[in-house]
């Protein structure tokens, strides 16, 4: 199964490759990793996509914990949650496919965000369920590059990962 | 450096040191009395600063892995952790298997490693290498040190993370230019420290510790499985008590050896892969199991899937992440083991329950049948020395009081199986790693600190050879250590598997050019003894245990053939065993 695991770290050197290398030593798998300071500059925000039965997952978030720099951990896909992802798409982009490219991404309410004469570079944001999609509904346009952030996730309601 | 502490009158005038005389001062602080380590150039500056003191002293080992040893073991013996002071690169990467053995066996340890200037870091400088990167995974945690002035900080911080919840090593890497000793900074070290991130649980959940004590109350069949974290978190009397009270069987894990007296009737031995018979066929028939600081780890599980099948597990430990990772636990308990199991107690005494007496009375019976099946025998109709019996021996002169440090093969699982260890912190051996040239160094570490004590090291010629240059080190201190190096002229543990499992191709594990021990030892300064007949060995250990302050290493020549049993049945379950060389189970 899918989880999405929220981890608030402290912001320090070393931090985030101690995580990351806890992933290797123990051979769970990383979908997606996404990290930055949050509004407390001291503290970094992580959000982790993993796979695994919940064995794997209780091990995983007990190993995090252990971590000395982890202050705390959530599995946010146990309860309601937001998922959001960043994705930016640079294809090819020529006469009638100019149309068409351009009527796909209105559909994701993506954005075109850069033009050449022969290029467009879309922005979407969105599940990752939801990229993947707009991935396919770009059928025969050739893609040329794509850019994902990984998902970012929040628990909703009154929920917080905080100190 | 005491001039100047001396000139520092008023106590609001803050201490100004250098950043290599910061590193000694919070070790005096913090109580260190021994340093175990190797100079080069990235420590120069802090050796300059111990030179020019004398609180702290420091042990010069011949090899920068016997430091890391010899703090292990002063560890496990003491409780406290062990301190290493070592150079860059090589000195730093020579330590690394002793930082994984002290990680393995959750022993608390503060490493300091040298490094080059900070800005040379990165650039492939003269003996660097990146320490954090190399003991990421075999340490609890590490640091390096960006500000002279933390130095401080980060030493009690270190102490801090090696000594609480579940313990283990620290790295702290210090660049040289942190330790400049033209460069001063105001000395303060701190009395405690609180970190937001790290916060280990102490006392265990009344309610799940109320739910155990139904659970045993309840029980039938019980066992209580000791390991290591009774004898790391000093809770050995709280164990006994414990026992006692409810009439219990016992069995301890190899590293929990001590933490209930084998001397004692409750006492069913050692279990897993070279436990005893009635341990292993106890806990696999039991119905409920009290595991208490212990981690089911797969040299005493055997196939987890044909694991006792029957029973109910309590789980105590200090580490949530050792609860319920190979085996299921129903009712898991977090927290220190000594305050978790006072609790159990207080309960118990006000609950004024016992456990089912007929019940437990047919277990008991059930339990002595298995012991006579076994019952540790050995085939002692030889003329040669059998391995058992040297350790029976040493037992009986030591009268079981020793501390017994081990290297790593067949004479580690004679002397467990074999040694009565009746007291916790007197059995030391690697038993998560398993690393070969750990015993010499281990009872170094242990006779410098406890010097009245008698401390031997049991050995095989194979791995006193992993580090035997430290006889001069022994010499150079005046350690009396006995050495009992059970000599059976093979890699002895990879013999028995070629012989059960290779139809006895013995693939690179016969010893071949050994040294001559006793010459070897004489050479080092020391007493050598050989014994090659039963005859020798009682006259052979008396003298050595008389000779109370001399190193002496006694090569004792025992039967090359002999296998270490029981020995479970590889993929078996617990009970599963070969019990000699011609019967299973
Ligand atoms: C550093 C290291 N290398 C290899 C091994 C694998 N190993 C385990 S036991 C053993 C043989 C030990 O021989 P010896 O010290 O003579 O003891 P014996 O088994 O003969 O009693 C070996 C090679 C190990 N445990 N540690
Ligand atoms: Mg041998």
Redesign the pocket.
Known sequence: MRHIISVLLENESGALARLVGLFAQRGYNIDSLNVAPTDDPTLSRLTLVTQGNDQVIEQISKQLHKLIEVVKVSDISEAAHIERELMLVKVKANGNQREEVKRCADIFRGQIIDVTPTTYTIQLVGTSDKLDAFIQALGATPILEVVRSGASGIARGEKTLAL | MTSQTKSVDTTKAPEMLSGAAMVIRALADEGVEYLYGYPGGAVLHIYDALFQQNKVKHVLVRHEQAATHMADAYARASGKAGVVLVTSGPGATNAVTGIATAYMDSIPMVVLTGQVMSHLIGDDAFQETDMLGISRPICKHNMSVRRPEDIPYLIKKAFHIAQTGRPGPVVLDIPKDMTMPNQKFAYHYPSEINLRSYQPKQQGHAGQIKKAVTALLAAKKPILYAGGGVIMGQAAEELTELAQLLNLPVTNTLMGLGAYPAGDKQFIGMLGMHGSYEANQTMHHADLILAVGARFDDRVTNNTKKFCPDATIIHIDIDPASISKTINAHIPIVGLVKPVLTEMLAVLKQKKKKLDTTALQSWWQQIAQWRAVHGGRYDSATPLLKPQYVIEQVSKITKGDAYVCSDV???QMFAAQYYQFNKPNRWINSGGLGTMGFGLPAAMGVKLNYPDADVVCVT???SIQMNIQELSTCKQYGLGVKIIN???????MVKQWQDMNYESRYASSY?DSLPDFVKLAEAYGHVGIRVTKPEELQPALERAFALKDQLVFLDIHVDPKEHVYPMQVPGGAMNEMFLSKTERT
């Open positions: 093969g067949q004479h095989g010629e194979g059970l000599n059976n002229g093979y890699l002895g010893m």
